[in-house]
């Protein structure tokens, strides 16, 4: 009989076992915030609309004027009504973006009500931020042919270099480096070929004694 009791205690003790294992490969699986649900997949992808590009008949609003003056940077456009927006506003505000980004990440906000955009900027500590309530889209639609959020633009020298969809800051950010590293190494060699063939055309020729 005591063989027998001892031999169930020995199975609880297994099923017990069993049992905290597999409670923690689930928390494990669920993660510290314990919601249980993944983060979506990163992205960012290259617009390819060809109706985006800088129309330099209009004016850049005043408060972005500090940003544009950088010799590259890149322009987040969000809405007030996009519901993926809040997530890049979160992301910006809690991310340390305002120190990272050096000035050189500026926000435009497109809202049909200033109060609202003004509340949301507060809200997420956009005001750290070079930025710009653009009323209705009014300006980004004038200036760029854009209507859709959020758009991470990327300039250099004035000019718009590239525009992206995306859904996280990390990745847009990364992308944003990358091509600027891209150009400066581009012209970096094209300056060298273009010295090596100055300093070609002036050696003096060979002479036939």
């Known amino acids: 009989m005591l063989i027998l009791f001892a031999f169930v ?5 297994g099923a017990v076992g069993m049992l ?15 919601t249980g649900t993944a983060e979506p997949t990163r992205y960012v992808r290259p617009l390819g609309r060809s109706t985006v590009f800088l129309r330099d008949s209009v004016p850049w609003p005043a408060q972005l004027a500090d940003l544009r003056a950088q010799p590259d940077f890149l322009l987040v456009v969000l809405s007030t009504s996009c519901s993926s927006c809040n997530t890049i506003m979160e992301q910006l505000g809690t991310g340390g973006w305002a120190d990272r980004a050096a000035g050189r990440l500026g926000v ?102």
């Not at 905290?20 to 689930?26: D, G, K, S, V």
């Not at 309530?133 to 004035?158: C, E, I, K, Q, Y």
Request: aromatic share 10%; charged share 15%.
């Open 108 to 209: 435009l906000m497109s809202t049909p009500d200033p109060q609202v955009a003004a509340d949301t900027i507060g809200k997420y500590g956009l005001d750290a931020f070079p930025h710009y309530v653009d009323f209705n889209g009014d300006w980004v639609t004038a200036a760029l042919g854009l209507s859709l959020s959020p758009v991470g633009l990327v300039f250099r020298h004035g000019l718009l270099e590239e525009s992206y969809v995306f859904n996280h800051v990390d990745p847009l950010w990364t992308t944003f480096t990358e091509v600027m590293e891209w150009e400066t190494h581009t012209q970096q060699n094209g300056a060298r070929q273009v010295d090596s063939a100055a300093a070609a055309s002036s050696a003096p020729s060979a002479q036939v004694v």
């Open 20 to 34: 905290y294992a597999m409670c923690a490969e689930l928390a494990s699986r669920v993660g510290a915030g314990g």
């Open 9 to 13: 205690l020995l199975i609880l003790a």
